[in-house]
């Protein structure tokens, strides 16, 4: 299976996905050398997405291709759909069960820039969330702040309590209560979210949902028991900083 993102992000992901079928082989793509994916412009980013995951498929002959990363998703899936016969399982800003479960009704969605603004998600929200307020935050820093935070370069409080604050708002005594994480990178920085949110909210990782979902498709296939230990592959060719490679270690890369 290969797993894709613009980063170290997807893991978040992996890691969930992996939990949940630790019999499959695993190849995590990141697409370091063109990260960040939110701030480009979509026809170069789309072009981008379709070669670097054609060479993978080539290369790696997948069953199946998770896209961790909502900006790719919600900007080259359909494309991709187009382009490739394997299965694609998709991440995109888990709108519904954010407003499902908010009691205030006023929830934000947290994303890339390119996230937030695509059509993809404002439609998701007439879909589902017509019974909510919802805010839409672009961030465009959040997911590098990421990268370096797993990098061992931890990113000071003032400047993350800055990305975050428009999550919060609060009129006619309602507050969001909950806060869905758009962005497969931002699952890394949740310790940090909670403390320094101005108030409690539930923050909606979309990982166990894209778990469950994987888990379902390859229960139509037989998946023979792996040794294999899973394996990534950096598009920049460079070798990841120490705290980054005993991260991966942590996660059984080899
Ligand atoms: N991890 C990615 C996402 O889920 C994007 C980060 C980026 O490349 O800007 O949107």
């Not at 082989?25 to 997405?49: T, V």
């Not at 023979?224 to 120490?242: H, K």
Request: include cysteine.
């Amino acid at each position: 299976m290969l797993i894709f993102d613009s980063g170290v992000g997807g893991l978040t992901v992996f890691r969930e996905v992996a939990a949940a079928r630790p019999d499959a082989r695993y190849i995590y793509i990141a697409d370091d050398a063109g990260f960040p994916y939110g701030n480009q412009p979509e026809d170069k980013l789309i072009a981008r997405i379709v070669n670097v995951i054609g060479d993978a498929i080539a290369e790696h002959r997948p069953d199946l291709v998770v896209i961790a990363c909502n900006t790719a998703s919600v900007i080259a899936l359909a494309e991709l759909r187009k382009c490739y016969t394997v299965p694609f399982v998709g991440t995109v800003p888990a709108i519904k069960p954010a407003c499902a479960q908010s009691q205030s009704k006023r929830i934000a969605v947290l994303g890339t820039q390119a996230t937030v603004s695509r059509e993809y998600t404002r439609a998701l929200i007439r879909e589902f969330a017509a019974s909510c307020d919802v805010v839409l935050v672009g961030s465009p820093r959040l997911a590098t702040i990421a990268e370096l935070e797993l990098s061992g370069l931890p990113v000071a409080d003032a400047d993350i309590a800055a990305e975050i604050a428009p999550c919060f708002v609060e009129t006619d005594n309602r507050r969001t209560d909950t806060v869905v994480l758009a962005c497969t990178h931002y699952p890394l920085l949740t310790a940090r979210f909670r403390a320094l949110a101005p108030w409690p909210v539930a923050w909606i990782d979309p990982a166990p949902a894209i778990a469950r979902r994987v888990n379902d498709l390859l229960h139509e296939w037989k998946t023979a028991a792996l040794e294999a230990p899973p394996l990534i592959v950096f598009t920049s060719g460079r070798s990841p900083p120490a705290p980054l490679a005993a991260a991966l270690r942590g996660l059984g890369f080899s």
